[in-house]
Structures are given as structure tokens and as C-alpha cells.
């Protein structure tokens, strides 16, 4: 039994495997019907598959390069609506508008809120005001 997962290839290979040990489980009634060498393979197969998947690098993030960009990566961290939003920041919903269509500058006490409120750098806040 190998150690450890070199290409794309093996791991589909293992996860082929994993496959049919799942299938035979399931039509069996559970793990429990499977002989303890075939539990002891698909616990083995399992962990070589989990320890590659975790070495797959993630898709970088564009990183905002906006103050309206950060809002809004913000707002959909938080699954929070413009509404929402600017209830939180306690303004209205017509300022916090006026901002994210670029109609209206951020003033410092708006800044202050989206850094307490948000959590966005206040050195980043700065650069883009």
C-alpha cells in the first residue's frame, strides 16, 4: 500500500477504490458489513485521499483594490444587504448608496464606522479615501 498520493492520476485511482468500498458498505447496511481487511483499506485509502486534497492549493482571491470593493467583499462575507448594511453603520440607506456608486465621498466618521463595524484596515481606509 502506497504512503502517499503523487498525481492526479493515483489520487482518482484511490478515490476509484474508496468508491467501491462505499457502494459495497451501502448495499451491505453499513461499515459494519464489510470485513475488518476492507475497513482497515478504505480507512487507509480515505486518509491518502484527505491528505492530498488538503496539499491542493486554493484559488487565490482577487484581493479588493477598492473601498467599494472591500464594502462589498464585506457585505457578502456577512450576507448582509445595502439595507442591512447601512443600518449597522447607522446612516441611511440612501448615503451608504451614494458611497457605493461612487457619488459620495467616505468622511471620517464613516470611516471610523466601517473600520469598527466592518473590521476593514484603517490603514486601507485611508489610502482609498
Given amino acids: 500500500m502506497k504512503y502517499k498520493i503523487n498525481s492526479e492520476e493515483e489520487y482518482r485511482q484511490v478515490m476509484d477504490k474508496v468508491e467501491t468500498y462505499l457502494q459495497k458498505a451501502t448495499r451491505g447496511g453499513g461499515f459494519q458489513s464489510l470485513p475488518s481487511e476492507e475497513q482497515n483499506a478504505l480507512q487507509r485509502l480515505s486518509l491518502l485521499a484527505e491528505a ?31 439595507k442591512d448594511l447601512a443600518a449597522l453603520l447607522g446612516i441611511s440607506a440612501t448615503r451608504l448608496s451614494e458611497v457605493m456608486q461612487g457619488k459620495r465621498k467616505v468622511n471620517m466618521d464613516l470611516a471610523k464606522r466601517l473600520h469598527s463595524v466592518l473590521k476593514i ?7 482609498q479615501a
Fill in 52 to 82: 492530498w486534497e488538503d496539499n491542493i492549493p486554493l484559488m487565490p482571491i482577487r484581493q479588493p483594490q477598492t473601498l467599494i470593493e472591500m464594502i462589498q467583499l464585506k457585505m457578502y462575507e456577512q450576507k448582509l444587504k445595502q
Fill in 121 to 127: 484596515d484603517a490603514g486601507f481606509i485611508l489610502e
